[in-house]
């Protein structure tokens, strides 16, 4: 193994989501894990989880997200998040709010969080609560998000985007910035786990490039970052945009957004299940590799996956996708391609680019 501080190849994991738990208090409409109060067999013990972390540690250092779920529900979730610490990596945790009192704020500080993420997913009860499949789930919410500011949390607000809520985008996003979060990260549904069984709110290409071309408006006029997740064409629409406004994309120009890629599921960006399967993301259950079988060793995984491997070779890719100009910086959603056509490198089936032979890439 290699020593982290050396050289990193090229690819290296910046993010890694961990699902700690599959246990979770709420029935949510969108749940990519169809979760429930549990409990589940098979969940990586702490031990388990210390080895990986040691491998992890040992090589890269990403920021690790420990998710669910609902992460709360793991008894030795302090034990798991001394662990990230001691291993000098950067915890943050994925919540639904409802067990974050100002008790636990406070602990979760102590123990080394340094950013939580809370979901809302409309700008008041009715429609966060009947998307969430719980009365009461905004109010929780909301006392999650005092609880936070007043134990100096940091927190930022991540919203699933559907038909649903689609026109009150805004009006989430002022409420986060009301709330004093720290960014806003939109989702764009992924149709997998309990989602596919929302195919009448997911939004067609043509409102995807609506609210993606809407995001890349309100982006100058936020006081907050904001994010567009699991909307990787949002970076097509970004060149595109920029371009028309005759600025060329560079990162000496434009920084961060220069570099940034849509889809970072495999080449920056990993998932790894509560009972230690590793994937490209949450949506996408392609195995990668099974933590159990490498000997509890991500590295192996990481660097010597065939999925990993096939999907970091662009000229791979399928239809409109591997014919795309923008692939580089986009990536498509694979998650979505393969619970649609079911190829995970077809061509991600909601988006409204059409390249030509006089646009395709070379390589």
């Given at each position: 193994?290699?020593?982290?501080?050396?050289?990193?190849?090229?690819?290296?994991?910046?993010?890694?989501?961990?699902?700690?738990?599959?246990?979770?208090?709420?029935?949510?409409k969108?749940?990519?894990?169809s979760?429930?109060?549990?409990?589940?067999?098979?969940?990586?013990?702490?031990?388990?989880i210390?080895?990986?972390?040691?491998?992890?540690?040992?090589?890269?250092s990403?920021?690790?997200?420990?998710?669910?779920?609902?992460?709360?529900?793991?008894?030795?979730?302090?034990?798991?998040?001394?662990?990230?610490?001691?291993?000098?990596?950067?915890?943050?945790?994925?919540?639904?709010?409802?067990?974050l009192?100002?008790?636990?704020?406070?602990?979760?500080?102590?123990?080394?969080?340094?950013?939580?993420?809370v979901s809302?997913d409309?700008?008041?009860?009715?429609?966060?609560?009947?998307?969430?499949?719980?009365?009461?789930?905004?109010?929780s919410?909301?006392?999650?998000?005092?609880?936070?500011?007043?134990?100096?949390?940091?927190?930022?607000?991540?919203?699933?985007v559907?038909?649903?809520?689609?026109?009150?985008?805004?009006?989430?996003?002022?409420l986060?910035?009301?709330q004093?979060a720290?960014?806003?990260?939109?989702?764009?549904?992924?149709?997998?786990?309990?989602?596919?069984?929302?195919?009448?709110?997911?939004?067609?290409?043509?409102?995807?490039?609506?609210?993606?071309?809407?995001?890349?408006?309100?982006?100058?006029?936020?006081?907050?970052?904001?994010?567009?997740t699991?909307?990787?064409?949002?970076?097509?629409?970004?060149?595109?945009?920029?371009?028309?406004?005759?600025?060329?994309?560079?990162?000496?120009?434009?920084?961060?957004?220069?570099?940034s890629?849509?889809?970072?599921?495999?080449?920056?960006?990993?998932?790894?299940?509560?009972?230690?399967?590793?994937?490209i993301c949450g949506?996408?259950?392609?195995?990668?590799?099974?933590?159990?079988k490498?000997?509890?060793?991500?590295?192996?995984?990481?660097?010597?996956?065939p999925?990993?491997?096939?999907?970091?070779?662009?000229?791979?890719?399928?239809?409109?996708c591997?014919?795309?100009?923008?692939?580089?910086?986009?990536?498509?959603?694979?998650?979505?391609?393969?619970?649609?056509?079911?190829?995970?490198?077809?061509?991600?089936?909601?988006?409204?680019y059409?390249?030509?032979?006089?646009?395709?890439p070379?390589?």
């Amino acid at each position: 193994m290699h020593d982290r501080h050396s050289s990193e190849p090229v690819y290296a994991p910046r993010l890694i989501a961990w699902e700690i738990t599959r246990r979770c208090a709420l029935h949510c409409k969108h749940c990519r894990a169809s979760a429930q109060s549990g409990p589940y067999d098979g969940e990586l013990s702490l031990d388990e989880i210390r080895q990986v972390l040691r491998s992890i540690a040992e090589r890269y250092s990403p920021i690790i997200i420990l998710t669910g779920g609902e992460p709360l529900m793991r008894p030795d979730l302090f034990e798991v998040i001394a662990e990230v610490v001691r291993r000098e990596l950067r915890p943050v945790l994925a919540t639904c709010g409802g067990l974050l009192t100002r008790d636990m704020a406070r602990r979760l500080v102590s123990a080394g969080i340094q950013r939580i993420s809370v979901s809302i997913d409309g700008p008041d009860a009715p429609s966060h609560d009947d998307f969430r499949g719980a009365p009461g789930a905004f109010d929780s919410a909301m006392a999650a998000l005092a609880a936070a500011r007043e134990a100096g949390l940091e927190f930022q607000i991540n919203t699933t985007v559907t038909r649903r809520n689609m026109a009150e985008l805004e009006d989430i996003l002022n409420l986060a910035v009301k709330q004093g979060a720290a960014a806003f990260h939109p989702f764009l549904l992924v149709p997998t786990g309990r989602g596919r069984d929302l195919t009448g709110d997911l939004l067609d290409a043509g409102e995807y490039e609506k609210v993606l071309n809407r995001f890349y408006d309100l982006r100058t006029s936020t006081p907050i970052p904001f994010k567009p997740t699991c909307a990787p064409h949002y970076y097509r629409i970004y060149r595109q945009r920029e371009a028309e406004a005759g600025r060329h994309v560079t990162p000496q120009t434009h920084g961060l957004d220069a570099m940034s890629k849509g889809c970072m599921g495999g080449t920056s960006f990993a998932f790894i299940s509560h009972v230690g399967k590793v994937q490209i993301c949450g949506f996408l259950e392609e195995e990668a590799g099974d933590l159990r079988k490498s000997g509890l060793d991500f590295q192996v995984i990481w660097e010597k996956s065939p999925l990993f491997h096939e999907l970091r070779d662009y000229r791979n890719y399928k239809g409109a996708c591997g014919r795309c100009d923008y692939r580089r910086w986009c990536g498509g959603c694979r998650a979505r391609a393969c619970a649609v056509t079911g190829s995970y490198l077809d061509t991600e089936p909601f988006c409204a680019y059409a390249p030509t032979a006089s646009t395709a890439p070379t390589a």
